[in-house]
């Protein structure tokens, strides 16, 4: 405790802020771990195995990258547990940002506020993406300095108000200090840009933005993770073409509640609403017009990208009616299903059908087949988790939990492995050893030894 002023100051450590990166179930999903020649390795890019399907969404890959498999579909089929889900993340990977990657499960599409096929259709907008390219007057460079100027509030009070701004930029090759309106105090307020911060203005529209801090000062100690950028070069006052990523389904929504001008630039003001709503598709029309247009003229460039639907079974007899006319539609991204059901009832009727699909749209798709793993496999990939998750295994420890794959599922096996940690940690170790593995096996059942007790003891428990 110091003392100040006759009052206790309580001094506190100022704790490390290192930004803390959960771990989710596919995080160490980097790639198809596909070699130059498109052949698949034993292990890569996070994934095991599964070589016939990784070299086929490969080819996936190949075909969206070249613009040729646009309005086609993918459907991953296989039990559970084998890695569909991680191949189609895998894929997203390849294709890289740039590239709209629209996951959904089946079950999404259906809510109380709109239509299933309006939410499919919002989906299959997102995977379109629209590449604007414009040429702008902007103003770019470091801030050197950032003084607001007030004066006396000309309606009375005692307030003052903001007369003009006073900014100072820098590039690497000279500075300039402009005057700018007070309206744009505003929006230099809400981006926290500060003395330092690499800054750049539309002479047009006065929209500023931050593109990230000078990495001069990239040592510097800061309270929040920053983005360091160079200097930029050549003038401070330049023309520029700005590159803009949207989807057909931001367009949308912004034309829904339209503001400022007709131009599709001018529409990106709003592109977060409070609740859902219906799109009209008179609306959706007069947007492809637009969007035609300007992809004519050369402003914008189409980018097809990848529709995931997991647990496909899900959507009924309606959605695959839509989703059948939707893949044949001339503005249609890729579509990728996936599914773990072997012959069930398609949803909505009595038919029985492969996947729980209907046949008519099987016939529409390339189906790519994911094979059970071996317990060598299900090694590695423990392995691998145990590496993303930062957990010490012993060699007793990776062979009895891949051991517990094999016999209950690849899932269950990984999920033992946090528990595992604790009880290790408890006994004061830092490794897992094939005793925590037992202890945490004998307290938690997997879904076939849950199974078991409910046909022993059914009796028991409410029908």
Partial sequence: MAEEGGQGVKIGEVKNSVAVQRVAAHSHVKGLGLSPDGTAEEAGGGLVGQIKAREAAGLVVDLIRSKKMAGKAVLLAGPPATGKTAIALAVSQELGRKVPFCPIVGSEIYSSEVKKTEVLTGALRRSIGIRLKEIKEVYEGEVVELTPEETENPFGGYGKTISKVLLTLRTAKGSKQLRLDPSIYE????????????????????????????????????????????????????????????????????NAQPQGGSDIMSMMGNLIRTRRTEITEKLRLEINKIVNKYIEDGIAELIPGVLFIDEVHMLDQESFTYLARAVESTLAPIIVLATNRGIARVRGTDVASPHGIPVDLLDRLLIIRTLPYTITEMKQIINIRAAVEKTLLDDGALVKLAEIGDSTSLRFAIQLMTPARITAAAKGRESIAVDDVEEVETLFYDAKKSAKVLQEQGEKYLA
């Fill in 187 to 254: 929006s230099i307020q809400k981006e926290k840009i500060r003395a330092g911060d690499v800054v750049y203005i539309e002479a047009n529209s006065g929209a500023v933005k931050r593109v990230g801090r000078y990495d001069q000062y990239a040592t510097e100690a800061d309270l929040e993770a920053e983005e360091y950028v160079p200097l930029p070069k050549g003038d401070v006052h330049k023309r520029k073409e700005v590159v803009q990523d949207v989807t057909l389904h931001d367009i949308d929504m912004a």
